[in-house]
Nanobody, 116 residues
Framework: QVQLVESGGGLVQPGGSLRLSCAFS????????MGWYRQPPGKPRELVAS???????NYVDSVKGRFTISRVNAKGTVDLQMNSLKPEDTAVYYC??????????WGQGTQVTVSS
């Protein structure tokens, strides 16, 4: 059974940085497309960034140039480096894994709050 465990959330001032990490276990990591989603208060969950097993990354327009997704297949980890954070980045961030069979898994979520 795939398990995802996120870490690295917290409170940061506008303009600051945070790095989120997600540890994957239970299957062959390289076969999964990985993503980071977020859900602001009272809003639907949205995809922030994703990376295929081969390393191709995609970002939502609002975070391009500020966020960077990376993965280390040998370690089973996927990170999200978030720079120049804005109050509108405040949300619960979730790690997501999508398998080749259409199976999807979610982490428990980690809170990111951007506030002065």
């Amino acid at each position: 059974q795939v398990q995802l465990v996120e870490s690295g959330g917290g409170l940061v001032q506008p303009g600051g940085s945070l790095r989120l990490s997600c540890a994957f276990s239970g299957s062959i990591f390289a076969l999964f497309d990985m993503g980071w989603y977020r859900q602001p208060p009272g809003k639907p969950r949205e995809l922030v960034a994703s990376m295929s097993g081969g390393g191709i990354a995609n970002y939502v327009d609002s975070v391009k140039g500020r966020f960077t997704i990376s993965r280390v297949n040998a370690k089973g980890t996927v990170d999200l480096q978030m720079n120049s954070l804005k109050p509108e980045d405040t949300a619960v961030y979730y790690c997501n894994a999508n398998g080749v069979r259409g199976d999807a898994y979610w982490g428990q979520g980690t809170q990111v709050t951007v506030s002065s």
